[in-house]
Nanobody, 120 residues
Framework: VQLVESGGGLVQAGGSLRLSCVAS????????MGWYRQAPGKQRELVAT????????NYADSVKGRFTISRDNAKNTVYLQMNSLKPDDTAVYYC??????????????WGEGTLVTVSS
């Protein structure tokens, strides 16, 4: 699976951005999709994940109530709507997808990342 993110950029604190991630070169089927982020000098961390059916998305405590993850399976796309952005949200945001083959084996794929910078 190839993942291409878009939508990052520079925004002032309190502003909003919407990230998109399009999956292609899918051989079997995509299960979970999600967003992770890595700030300078820190480890990569989970932001939000969503299952194929879109129910019960999972969020990091730091983004609950501000970020919303969604997906359009027909377009093989996952979105991250980010509102009330804070300087601490500054990071490279990575799209993740789990592809599952006919035998139940899962393969993780990552995008190259999109930079989100929130100024104070």
């Amino acid at each position: 699976v190839q993942l291409v993110e878009s939508g990052g950029g520079l925004v002032q604190a309190g502003g909003s951005l919407r990230l998109s991630c399009v999956a292609s070169a899918i051989v079997f089927s995509i299960d979970d999709m999600g967003w992770y982020r890595q700030a300078p000098g820190k480890q990569r961390e989970l932001v939000a994940t969503i299952t194929t059916g879109g129910g019960s998305p999972n969020y990091a405590d730091s983004v609950k109530g501000r970020f919303t993850i969604s997906r359009d399976n027909a377009k093989n796309t996952v979105y991250l709507q980010m509102n009330s952005l804070k300087p601490d949200d500054t990071a490279v945001y990575y799209c993740h997808a789990k592809e599952v083959d006919y035998w139940g084996n899962a393969v993780d794929s990552w995008g190259e990342g999109t930079l989100v910078t929130v100024s104070s």
